[in-house]
């Protein structure tokens, strides 16, 4: 029984020492330390930003969609199964969800339920219904308008159309529209770059730290391999340092992003725990990747050296 127990309690015993060692190694170069924990932070946190700029975008580019719709306006002497025949037809225009006809008894029954009354202001004046009959087009975002406007120019019920007095306010929203799809592809490209950028600035970060503990540490290196340590050990104080950064680096960044979240209005629901476990397990990896390179020089060198 000792024979089997013997081996995981050193294992224990290496283990405590170099997450110790590790954490110890942080305060030994505190500048190196201090800079290396800001830069994690600073590349993490703009990743964060740009993240949740873009969800906003493309969440308002959501909503102004499913608010887009074309008003139609007929003239008065279209018949009723003549509008019916225009809807069905502006059905199979590609991009049109729905359209639907409203009368102009209709328009004004819902003008009414709002300004009850302006009933009795027509009938007091003998003014006859001056709403015209209309057709609603929803559609799934207003680059399909310019269908809808071609399909009216060319077809045989051209004339049976009205001028459209809201063309201008959705000229307005295709305009904020585009920009938000601007905006959130110019978002998507930045965000490919920063994880890019982190990736690789990440790696040399933690890289560099790492060398500078381990170049000030080289002697003790040599006699642990004087004493045949084995690898794994000698490496494993130098990879707990580098999680250490990645760890630190992470909380921070996570109590900075509530803060700008509250201040600019950010979307708190992006920044999830799984984004945020996930970007610490891919910080650890790069950790991981870093010390491992970084060891290896030393570990791999010929102790005479």
């Known amino acids: 029984m000792q024979k089997i127990h013997k081996p995981k309690a ?3 015993v290496m283990l405590s020492r170099s997450l110790k060692e590790s954490f110890i190694n942080l305060f030994r170069n505190k500048l190196v330390s201090i800079a290396t924990i800001t830069v994690i932070t600073m ?19 959501s909503k102004l969609n499913e608010k887009v719709d074309l008003i139609l306006y007929l003239e008065n002497n279209v018949e009723y199964h003549t509008a019916k025949n225009i809807v069905e037809d502006l059905k199979k225009v590609d991009g049109v969800l729905d359209a639907k006809y409203t009368s102009q008894k209709e328009a004004l029954q819902t003008l009414s339920a709002s300004y009850p009354d302006i009933d009795a202001f027509f009938e007091k004046f003998e003014i006859e219904n001056p709403l015209p009959a209309s057709i609603n087009v929803k559609t799934t975002s207003p680059a399909v308008h310019n269908k809808v406007q071609k399909f009216i120019d060319e077809s045989r019920y051209h004339d049976l159309f009205g001028e459209n007095i809201a063309t201008k306010e959705h000229s307005f929203m295709g305009d904020v529209t585009d920009n938000l799809k601007r905006i959130s592809q110019m978002a998507d490209r930045i965000l490919y770059l920063v994880i890019l950028v982190a990736f690789i600035g990440g790696t040399l970060i933690i890289g560099s730290a790492i060398k500078l503990t381990i170049y000030a540490r080289r002697k003790e290196i040599k006699i642990m391999k004087l004493f045949g340590v084995h690898r794994t050990f000698i ?8 999680i250490w950064y990645v760890v630190i680096a992470m909380l921070i960044n996570l109590a900075f992003y509530l803060v700008l979240a509250e201040k600019l209005d950010l979307v708190i629901e992006v920044y999830n725990y799984r984004l945020f476990f ?13 010390s491992f390179l970084a060891s290896s020089k030393h570990l791999n060198a010929r102790i005479s050296d």
């Open 235 to 242: 490496r494993l104080p130098y990879i707990l340092e580098g």
């Open 43 to 61: 590349i993490v946190l703009l990743f964060n930003v740009l993240l949740a700029i873009n969800s906003m975008a493309k969440a308002e580019i």
């Open 10 to 12: 050193k294992i224990l």
């Open 278 to 290: 996930s970007e610490l397990v891919a910080g650890i990896i790069i950790a991981n990747i870093s």
